[in-house]
């Protein structure tokens, strides 16, 4: 029984790295919580389901609703958040400004959509196969797959493409990449898009695990992927899928041995002692005492 | 009587601020005077949410506006002081007063549980523990239910009565209650921001190193802020709970603990009268524009944004423009030539 | 200087949308005529019944599906000429299955004027406005509320929805004699119907020992989680044959997907609060099979059944769910009694609901002394996509 | 103010050494300052200078060595403390509180001083209004001897570059620090600013405060400093009178052959 929930727990917690790392890559370059992001993961699954009911047929509707998630992220940070960037504002504001993004999200689709659960469709066949009796269903491994290449994907483009490069270089030091000459808004709008991106897969995926998606489905799986990207070191892309993985388990087996009711906040018990022993997580970079 | 009232310096403005005075004045007697105009009990339950907000606000407004730091937890501390009051009048027939202190109190000792990690956590991380605060208090609530009866909420919280009096929501009593409320912590925030335990607060706030330089405990201090805050909370959600005559788990959400943030970022940090403004508008928005259904909660998202884009510092979050006021006593002493630097120094040069 | 006129800008924006809902607010307001000022004259040739019920948030599905049926009765009434010439007015309210709004919502139903309300939905939502109605003499009939303790808040709290332990009992008649199963495992929302009907269950279990009913296990969940896998594997580990869900059919739903992914032949009952056209659309093929009892059922031949379905059909585009129809008799139970006692003494109107023998789409209905109803279940079961009733098989 | 006895130094600096994975930022320096001495730290960019502050101020602990001030020790004590046996120090890059007035910022100076609790401040009692007023009187004597009172109710980031310091200063000052130290008061100023900067340090020293002082541009030290220290990386490499230091070879070769003269007056 344990090895099956741990199992439940593996896929849970791809979906929250999935989701973990678009906070992640944001807040490496920004160090700003995007708290808009779990709202953004709820538009990509919304968006791809209204495709889906256009009838394009599920791969291009998916494909499409990446998309259009991607771009969301863009418009998000050039709306709002880079005006703020050039004034240099306090974080608090940008905090502020995503939060308000997110209710703007949320709302619209429930205005358009409804609040009520939809059903999604599967995206992988029906079944299971079973590993010395313990099953693992064919949605399961589909996730799991997915995502693993999806991460894989996105750390090669972080570390070895140029555009990567200058990510990475906006992270360490974002003056001196610009003085670098790396167009940092281009880089910003990049990660967002990343962002984005990552949000509606994780949507569509999580969507059709659970074969239901609506606006709300954001809140909560939001703020655990938080927290799983800051158990894993904020920034960090493995670490990112670390955390994911240590919420997803503890949340399963905390299900199963407490009971379903303390499985949302076994995810912020964890985070609290991480934070208070590790305070950078698990991959974090040490930042050095100056004055 | 001059001697009694010696003892305390009421707030001395100088003489270009009785315009001042006079509408402080004035804005009292309205505040008194409102439930006499015959409000429904719909707008005295909106009044009342008004007040409970605004000191929500100003509880925060000290640890965000004053000491920059920032939570995401506060509905926590509100849902202690709900809770302990509901369940010591409820089950225990403790006195309402009473209970709302004992609410206060243990609202306070989680301030110092959650004051104490920013020892270790700064900045983002220490908001993100302030956010898991809140939400294992959630589940702490749905999980108790020998003592918090879960999820089916507790029911019927009775309205407390002063003398006999029944302070209810129809007989304004409850209203009363909140202005008393408000007034004390107002006053508190005012005379805090004037002491060396505010200029602490806001030394920090601004530069940490340059304070621990300054022989300022941070730690202490820092601590401090989350207990007032959560003190503060503590009260303001016990008369919630009144108001709301029911609580349960989902009173208490992460929505609310981003309410009162927004409320004192748009109200203007650090300042008393922003909070007031900023609870009017985002608290009141969503009931004058009930009409608007889902949508109203995207107009409240919208106008965040557009006031961060526009005013980041918030609608009345401009700098005091009036000199700092000296009192006359220390204007005497400084021309008196009290604490002169070369009395200080003297020794070293004999 | 740019800056500030950006700002004033800005802030003259949001003050025009702030108006502009506070129009909106007037204007809906003088539709239904709610502004207290011209209520005097209003209330002579139009009488107005509130729906306080979730239109947005979670179970809005359910607050929609009642304004719907409500409105419906209204607009047969008035098609008639009204009651007693009086045209019927439906306001909205909506308490998006918070008792924190519900109570805002309950105090500006008061504020408006309105002496007749159904709704809300939830017993939690419902218990926590219910003592303004009865301070304010507010006739609070509830479709759905299932507590034991809502209807004797107060005299005017009446509840148009069969008391749990009823219908818990015909559900267990489900699973054990029609499914002829034995194990029986609960999934139970965490909510306060929840919990209480979880209760009830597993005591009518006990009771059924002797006929070698177990109960194999009792897993609660969180309401609106989407992964129930943990608690489906402990519920499967224990051997269960059948799954009794006492949820709504967003917990049904998922339930009988992700369960069935684990094992294919599990039997699964609900409760009527799950009967909605929403549980095939969210269940598919995995709801095949799920039966549950009903104190209505759309498909049935019953004349007046059959015409309510259709015209709502019509309105509305689906089908209505039990609640559904529970709320619009309750309308008809409220109009009902305007028409005999009128709306001016909200005393007299309560009594009249309270004595009222109603014959309406979900049979009579005649509340007893506590201001409850009985009524007789059908069982319903889903068969290639479709309600249909039990013993029709 | 206790009485100091004058044949002992004010800050005596014994053996101290501090690394950071393994680079030796401070490698065994020792030194000491009298009373009412204006001593200065030179040396290059990145000799350890500032590290040897942070070190006295506490804020970081040295793997060797001992420091005293007067006959404390203050090697294991906290900033807080260090604060209170007399020393207060000024930054590099200004950190004045920049959203509070100069006289607030004075006034926080005078945190440690104050003994009044949050319950006085709360009901305003005897205690809090006599001691604020007190601090109140003398956070603006401060301000008039250093020529600031007219700026009191300026918000410290509207000031000017050369003022801003002088409020680091005085802000210093308020904390009742005998000994000050003051990490590159000069930088940034233009020539005529930092004479000018250096008249006022020797205003303080009239005044009868100790000043450590560090500089990385000799010549703006060399006519106000009693004595000279020259640190190159992480070590001393002379120490001594201006004129002396001035010649010395080793420092010469430190600043490279810059060029160094001497009596700029």
């Not at chain 3, 799950?274 to 498909?299: C, D, H, K, R, T």
């Amino acid at each position: 029984m344990i090895v099956q929930q741990i199992f439940n727990g593996l896929t849970l917690g791809m979906s929250y790295a999935l989701i973990a790392v678009g906070y992640s890559m944001v807040f490496g370059i920004l160090r700003l919580v995007n708290f808009s992001h779990g709202a953004i993961y709820a538009f990509g699954a919304n968006i791809v389901l209204l495709l889906v009911s256009l009838e394009l047929g599920i791969l291009p509707a998916i494909l499409l609703g990446i998309l259009f998630t991607g771009i969301l992220g863009i418009v998000i940070d050039k709306l709002a958040l880079e005006p703020l960037r050039k004034q240099n504002a306090a974080s608090i504001t940008s905090l502020i400004t995503t939060i308000g993004i997110s209710n703007i999200i949320t709302n619209l689709l429930i205005a358009f959509l409804g609040s009520q659960k939809k059903s999604f469709p599967t995206l992988f066949p029906d079944g299971s196969i079973t590993i010395l009796n313990f099953q693992i269903t064919y949605t399961q491994l589909g996730m799991f797959v997915v995502s693993l290449l999806l991460l894989v994907a996105l750390m090669l483009i972080v570390n070895k493409t140029t555009l990567g490069l200058a990510m990475r270089a906006s992270e360490t030091n974002i003056k001196a990449a610009k003085l670098m000459g790396v167009n940092v808004n281009f880089v910003i709008s990049f990660t967002f898009f990343l962002g984005g991106v990552s949000a509606a897969i994780a949507g569509a995926l999580i969507s059709s695990y659970y074969s239901m998606a609506y606006p709300n489905m954001g809140y909560m799986s939001g703020l655990k992927a938080f927290s799983a990207a800051v158990l894993g070191g904020i920034g960090s892309l493995p670490g990112a899928i670390i955390g994911g993985l240590t919420v997803g388990i503890s949340e399963s087996l905390a299900a199963t041995f407490f009971g379903s009711e303390f499985r949302d906040s076994v995810a912020f018990v964890i985070l609290i002692i991480v934070l208070l022993i590790r305070p950078r997580g698990f991959f974090g970079k040490k930042e050095i005492k100056k004055l | 009587m001059k001697k009694l009232f010696s003892k305390f310096d009421f707030p001395k403005l100088p003489k270009n601020d009785k315009l001042k005075i006079v509408f402080l004045i004035l804005a009292l007697t309205f505040l008194i005077a409102l439930p006499f105009f015959g409000f429904s009990n719909y707008w005295m339950n909106n009044l009342v949410k008004v007040g409970v907000y605004i000191v929500l606000a100003l509880a925060l407004n000290i640890l965000v506006g004053y000491t920059g730091l920032v939570s995401l937890g506060q509905a926590g501390f509100v849902a202690i002081g709900a809770y302990t009051m509901t369940v010591l009048v409820k089950d225990y027939q403790v006195n309402f007063f009473v209970s709302v202190l004992i609410g206060g109190l243990i609202a306070a000792i989680f301030g110092v549980l959650l004051g104490l990690p920013s020892l270790r956590v700064r900045g983002t991380y220490l908001t993100l523990i302030t956010l898991g605060f809140g939400e294992i208090i959630r589940t702490i609530i749905i999980v108790w239910e020998p003592v918090t009866s879960g999820p089916m909420g507790i029911r019927n919280i009775p309205t407390p009565s002063l003398f006999g009096l029944e302070l209810s929501l129809s007989n304004g009593g409850l209203y009363y209650l909140v202005l008393a409320l408000l007034i004390l912590v107002v006053l508190f925030s005012h005379f805090l921001f004037r002491s060396k335990t505010g200029r602490a607060f806001r030394a920090i706030k601004v530069d940490e190193p340059a304070s621990i330089m300054m022989g300022i405990n941070t730690t202490y201090y820092k601590t401090l802020a989350f207990v007032l805050a959560a003190v503060i909370s503590g009260l303001a959600g016990s008369i919630y709970a009144i108001q709301l005559g029911y609580i349960d788990q989902n009173t208490f959400t992460f929505d609310m603990s981003t309410l009162i943030l927004s409320i004192v970022i748009l109200g203007g940090m650090g300042t008393i009268r922003g909070m007031f403004i900023g609870a009017i508008i985002l608290v009141l928005l969503p009931e004058v524009s009930r009409a608007l259904m889902a949508y109203r909660f995207v107009l409240y998202g919208v106008i965040l944004v557009i006031m961060m884009r526009f005013r980041p510092q918030g609608i009345l979050g401009w700098k005091p423009k009036k000199p700092y006021h000296v009192t006359k006593n220390a204007r005497m002493l400084f021309e008196q030539g009290h604490g002169e630097l070369v009395k200080l120094n003297i020794s070293n040069q004999e | 200087m740019k800056k500030y006129q950006k700002f004033a800008l800005s802030l003259i924006a949001i003050l025009l949308v702030i108006a502009m809902a506070g129009c909106q607010a007037k204007t809906t307001e003088n539709e239904s005529d709610s502004a207290p000022s011209n209520e005097e004259e209003t209330t002579q040739e139009t009488f107005r019944i509130a729906v306080a019920a979730p239109i947005t948030g979670d179970n809005s599905e359910y607050g929609i599906g009642f304004n719907n049926a409500v409105k419906q009765m209204a607009d047969e009434w008035n098609a008639n000429g009204g009651i007693n010439g009086m045209m019927i007015e439906v306001v909205t309210y909506d308490d998006k299955n918070s008792p924190e709004e519900a109570v805002a919502v309950a105090n500006k139903i008061v504020n408006d004027g309105i002496t007749a309300v159904i709704g809300h939905f939830s017993s939690g939502v419902s218990m926590a406005a219910a003592p303004i109605y009865v301070e304010n003499q507010v006739v609070e009939i509830s479709p759905s509320a299932s507590h034991p303790d809502y209807s004797s808040i107060g005299e005017y709290i009446f509840r148009n929805n069969t008391v749990i332990s009823h219908e818990a009992k015909a559900a267990l008649d489900i699973a054990v004699n029609d499914l002829g199963k034995k194990n029986i495992g609960i999934v139970s929302i965490k909510t306060d119907w929840g919990v209480s009907t979880a209760e009830i269950v597993t005591g009518l279990i006990e009771d059924m020992a002797d006929q070698g009913v177990v109960l194999t296990a009792h897993e609660e969940v969180i309401e609106g989680s989407d992964d129930y896998r943990p608690a489906i594997t402990k519920l499967d580990e224990a051997g269960t044959e059948v799954v009794i869900s006492v949820g709504m059919y967003n917990l049904l739903a998922p339930l009988a997907i992700q369960y069935k992914e684990i094992n294919p032949d599990i039997e699964l009952v609900g409760f009527s609060n799950s009967y909605s056209q929403e549980l095939l659309s969210l269940g598919g093929e995995a709801v095949e099979g799920v039966a549950f009892p009903v104190i209505f059922f759309s498909e049935s031949d019953q004349e007046n059944i059959k015409t309510f379905v259709d015209s709502y059909n019509e309105l509305y585009g689906s089908k209505p769910s039990a609640l559904t129809a529970q709320a619009y008799d309750s309308a008809g139970i409220i109009f009902t009694a305007v028409e005999q006692v009128g709306a001016d003494d909200p005393a007299a109107l309560r009594d009249a609901v309270a004595e009222l023998t109603y014959a309406g789409v979900t049979g009579t209905t005649k509340f007893d002394e506590n201001r409850d109803v009985q009524k007789d279940f059908t069982k319903v079961i889903v068969k290639d996509g479709e309600f249909v009733l039990m013993n029709e098989n | 103010m206790k009485k100091p006895i004058m044949n002992k130094n004010i800050l005596e600096v014994k053996n101290l050494s501090l690394s950071f994975g393994g680079i030796k930022a401070v490698d065994d320096v020792s030194f000491n300052v009298g009373h009412n001495e204006v001593v200065s730290l030179i040396g290059p960019n990145g000799a350890g200078k500032t590290t040897i502050f942070n070190l006295l101020t506490g804020f970081y602990k040295p793997d060797h060595g001992e420091i005293f001030k007067g006959d404390k020790k203050l090697n294991d004590k906290s900033p807080q403390e260090i604060v209170k046996t007399g020393i207060s120090r000024t930054f590099q890059n200004i950190r004045l509180f920049s959203d509070m007035r100069v006289i607030e910022n004075v006034l926080v100076g005078t945190h440690i001083r104050t003994k009044y609790s949050l319950f006085d401040s709360t009901f305003r009692t005897r205690k809090y209004r006599k001691e604020e007023d007190s601090n109140t009187a003398y956070a603006m004597t401060i301000l008039s001897t250093l020529g600031l009172f007219d700026k009191k109710d300026q918000f410290a980031s509207n000031l000017p570059y050369g003022d801003q310091r002088k409020v680091e200063i005085a802000r210093a000052i308020a904390t009742g620090a005998e000994l000050l130290l003051l990490d590159e008061p000069a930088a940034g100023m233009n020539t005529n600013e930092s004479i000018e900067l250096m008249d006022f340090v020797k205003y303080l020293k009239s005044l009868g405060f100790t000043i450590l002082l560090i500089e990385h541009d000799m010549s703006v030290v060399m006519n106000i400093s009693d004595r000279v220290y020259v640190l190159d990386n992480g070590s001393l490499i002379s120490e001594g009178i201006p004129s002396v230091v001035a010649n010395d070879a080793n420092v010469i070769e430190a600043y490279l052959g810059g060029t160094l003269n001497v009596n700029n007056q």
